[in-house]
Nanobody, 119 residues
Framework: QVQLVESGGGLIQPGGSLRLSCAATGGTISSYEMSWHRQAPGKERQLVAS????????KYTDSVKGRFTISRDNAKRRVYLQMNELNAEDTAMYYC????????????WGQGTQVTVSS
């Protein structure tokens, strides 16, 4: 099972941009579907964006369409989330998730990186 570590979060003013990074160790993620999720205090964790193993297809939750972009570099074993035009509703802990294509393998989750949008 791969291990995932997120980075790039922080405190940012409304309208600003951040780029989150998810680094994989302990194995390759080239066959994994990868995704970013977020969880705000008192709310359920929600899917933000996902990307297929070769990066040919991406999906976004409606609230981030046009502002966020998910990408991946399989050679570097990294997944990114570029976040633009951030607003207070984007404040949350952001998690990276990897889904193995092999039946029975557990999903991999990182520990999360906090994003706080505030003036």
């Amino acid at each position: 099972q791969v291990q995932l570590v997120e980075s790039g979060g922080g405190l940012i003013q409304p309208g600003g941009s951040l780029r989150l990074s998810c680094a994989a160790t302990g194995g390759t993620i080239s066959s994994y579907e990868m995704s970013w999720h977020r969880q705000a205090p008192g709310k359920e964790r929600q899917l933000v964006a996902s990307i297929t193993s070769l990066g040919g297809s991406t999906k976004y939750t409606d609230s981030v369409k046009g502002r966020f972009t998910i990408s991946r570099d399989n050679a570097k074993r990294r997944v990114y989330l570029q976040m633009n035009e951030l607003n207070a509703e984007d404040t949350a802990m952001y998690y990276c998730k990897g889904e193995s294509p092999w039946a029975g393998d557990p999903d991999s989750w990182g520990q999360g990186t906090q994003v706080t949008v505030s003036s």
